[in-house]
C-alpha cells in the first residue's frame, strides 16, 4: 500500500495542471533599469524543483519549493534574496533529480548579488539581451546560510553551511536536451538550472520550473 503523500507538496497531479496553464513573465526590474536590475529582475520568480523520492519500495513524483525575490531595500547593494523550502518528506528514504542525481533536503535562503562588466554602460538592455541569448548568468553570494543534508535528516537536525562568499549561477535549459524533455510536461513555462556552491564545498544543484500557483 503506497504511503500517503504531504498535502502540502505532493499533489502533483494539480501542481502540473497549474503549470501547464502557462507562467506569467519573470518580476519587471525595478529603480534605475541598469544592467544590474535587469538580470535581477529577470532571475526572480516562484519555482518548483522535480523530484523522485522513494517511501519503502514506490517512487513519488514531487516538488521541492524555492523562491527568488527582491531583496531587502536596507541592504548595502541591490540584491535578490534566494529562499529554499523544506521537501517536507519526513518518510522518504532518498530525493533524485528527474535525471537520476541525489537530491539533499536544503533550508534556508542566501542573497545573490550581480556585478556588471559594463557598469557604465549606455546599452544595459542591449547588454542584456546578450547575456540572455548566452544563457547564463553567474552571481555572488553575499551572505547567508543553508541548513543542508539528507532527506533523511529531520530539518532541525541539518548542519548549517555559510554561501557568503560563494557562487551562484543560473542557466537556461536548452529545448531538445534530456533535461527540456523530462521537464516537459509542466507545460510553456521557464525552465533554468540552479547550482550553489559554498567557500567550504557544498554544492546544489537542481533544475527550476516556474510556478505561477501558491
Not at 505532493?10 to 496553464?21: H, S
Not at 532571475?43 to 524555492?66: I, K, N, W, Y
Not at 557604465?120 to 546560510?145: M, Q
Amino acid at each position: 500500500m503506497k504511503r500517503p503523500l504531504s498535502s502540502r507538496l505532493w499533489i502533483a497531479a494539480a501542481l502540473l495542471a497549474a503549470l501547464a496553464a502557462g507562467s506569467a513573465p519573470a518580476a519587471s526590474p525595478t529603480g534605475e533599469h541598469d544592467l544590474v536590475d535587469l538580470v535581477l529582475g529577470w532571475a526572480r520568480g516562484s519555482f518548483r524543483s522535480p523530484l523522485l523520492c522513494t517511501f519503502g519500495g514506490d517512487t513519488h513524483q514531487g516538488l521541492r519549493r524555492v523562491v527568488i525575490a527582491p531583496g531587502p531595500p536596507q541592504s548595502e547593494r541591490r540584491v535578490d534574496r534566494l529562499t529554499f523550502f523544506d521537501i517536507d518528506a519526513p518518510t522518504a528514504t532518498r530525493c533524485t533529480t528527474v535525471l537520476g542525481g541525489e537530491q539533499p533536503n536544503a533550508i534556508g535562503s542566501v542573497l545573490l548579488g550581480y556585478t556588471s562588466k559594463r557598469p557604465n554602460s549606455d546599452t544595459p538592455k542591449r547588454d542584456f539581451d546578450e547575456l540572455i541569448r548566452a544563457g547564463h548568468l553567474d552571481f555572488e553570494i553575499v551572505e547567508g546560510a543553508l541548513r543542508v543534508g539528507p532527506i533523511t535528516t529531520p530539518p532541525k537536525q541539518l548542519p548549517e553551511h555559510d554561501f557568503a562568499r560563494g557562487t551562484a549561477s543560473i542557466a537556461v535549459i536548452k529545448a531538445n536536451t534530456d533535461e527540456a524533455r523530462l521537464l516537459q510536461d509542466f507545460g510553456p513555462t521557464r525552465r533554468v538550472r540552479l547550482t550553489l556552491q559554498a567557500p567550504d564545498g557544498t554544492q546544489l544543484e537542481l533544475p527550476l520550473v516556474e510556478f505561477t500557483g501558491h
